[in-house]
C-alpha cells in the first residue's frame, strides 16, 4: 500500500528560523512529504510569522495547508486571512475552533463579531474560494464535549459545512482510533477520518501536553521510555519505532494517509518515514 504522508509545522520566530524551517522542509520533501500544514497562533497572533513560513514552504515546491482559528478574532480579520491564502496560492485551510490563550480549562467564548463555530468558518472558507478544507477530530473525545455523541454531531455539523476531512487530535493507541472511526461510519460521515501521528521526543513533555489534550498513553509506551531520560539518541530510537509501529498497524487497518506532528522536528520525522519503507517515500539521510 502507497502511504501518503504529510507533515505540521510552526512558524519559528525569527529570520534564522526561516532558514532553518526552509532546511526542514527540503528534507520532509526528500522523504515524500504529500503537503506541509503551518499553524497560526491564537486569536491570530504571529499572522505575519505564519504567512512567511507558508511562503517559505511554498518556495521548496511543497503544497501547503494553512491553519485558521475561530477564537479571538472578529469576521473581518478571519475572512482577510483566507483571502491572503488565497493570493499566495494555498489551497488547503485547516479550520480550527482554537483554544483561549489560557488554555484548553477556560472556558470557550466566540468572539463577538466572530465566527461561532468551526461548522461557521467552514462555510466562509467556502463562500470565498476553492479550499480543500481539514478539520479537527477526537478518538478520545474532546476534552471539552460532554459526550461522545455530541464529539460525533460536531464533526457532522462540520462536515454539512463543507468540511473535505478531518485529522485527528494524537492518539497513542489504535482502538482509539477505529472506534472512533467505526462511530463516523455509522453515522453516515463520508470524509476520509486522517491519523493524527505525535512522535515522543520526549516522554515526560509529550505525557504532560496529552493529559491536557485528553490524550491516553498506553503503559506499554511508557515502559518502552523508562529509563531513558537525558538519553536522547536512544529516546530518538524508541520514539521512530513506536511512531512507525503505529502508522503500521493503522495501515493494516485500510489507513492510506497520516499526518504527523512534528514540533519542527525534522530527524525524528524522517527517521519515522525510513523505518516505515513503504513505497512512495524516498530514501534519504536523517
Known amino acids: 500500500m502507497t502511504l501518503s504522508v504529510s507533515f505540521e509545522v510552526f512558524p519559528p520566530k525569527s529570520g534564522e528560523g526561516l532558514d532553518d524551517l526552509r532546511s526542514t522542509v527540503r528534507r520532509l520533501h526528500a522523504v515524500g512529504a504529500d503537503f506541509v500544514s503551518v499553524t497560526y497562533g491564537a486569536g491570530g497572533a504571529g499572522r505575519e510569522r505564519s504567512m512567511a513560513a507558508i511562503a517559505a514552504v511554498r518556495a521548496e515546491g511543497l503544497d501547503v495547508a ?3 482559528t475561530c477564537v479571538g478574532q472578529p469576521r473581518v480579520d478571519i ?3 483566507i483571502d491572503a491564502y488565497g493570493a499566495l496560492g494555498v489551497s488547503r485551510i485547516v479550520a480550527l475552533r482554537g483554544d483561549p490563550p489560557a488554555g484548553v480549562e477556560a472556558p470557550y467564548e466566540a468572539h463577538v463579531d466572530g465566527y461561532q ?3 461557521d468558518l467552514v462555510a466562509a472558507i467556502k463562500r470565498r474560494g476553492t479550499f480543500d478544507i481539514t478539520v479537527s477530530a477526537y478518538p478520545e473525545r474532546h476534552p471539552q464535549s460532554p459526550s461522545d455523541d455530541h464529539d460525533i454531531a460536531v464533526l457532522a455539523d462540520k462536515v ?3 468540511a473535505d476531512r478531518a485529522t485527528t487530535q494524537m492518539f497513542f ?3 482509539h482510533y477505529l472506534r472512533y472511526r467505526d462511530r463516523v461510519d455509522a453515522r453516515g460521515i463520508d470524509i476520509p477520518i486522517i491519523p493524527g501521528i505525535f512522535p515522543i521526543h520526549c516522554f515526560a513533555t509529550v505525557a504532560r501536553f496529552a493529559a491536557r489534550c485528553g490524550a ?3 503503559e506499554r509506551i511508557a515502559r518502552r521510555f523508562s529509563g531513558l531520560d537525558g538519553n536522547e539518541e536512544a529516546t530518538r530510537i524508541v520514539a521512530a519505532d513506536v511512531a512507525a509501529s503505529q502508522i503500521a498497524e ?3 487497518h485500510g489507513v ?3 499526518h504527523m506532528y512534528t514540533l519542527n522536528r525534522a530527524d525524528l520525522a524522517i527517521r519515522v518515514c525510513l523505518q516505515l519503507d513503504l513505497p512512495g517515500l524516498v530514501t534519504a539521510v536523517a
Open 216 to 218: 491516553s498513553i498506553p
Open 160 to 162: 454539512a459545512a463543507g
Open 250 to 252: 493503522l495501515t493494516e
Open 117 to 119: 463555530r468551526t461548522a
Open 256 to 258: 492510506d494517509a497520516v
Open 66 to 68: 494553512g491553519h485558521l
Open 173 to 175: 493507541d489504535n482502538a
Open 79 to 81: 475572512d482577510g486571512v
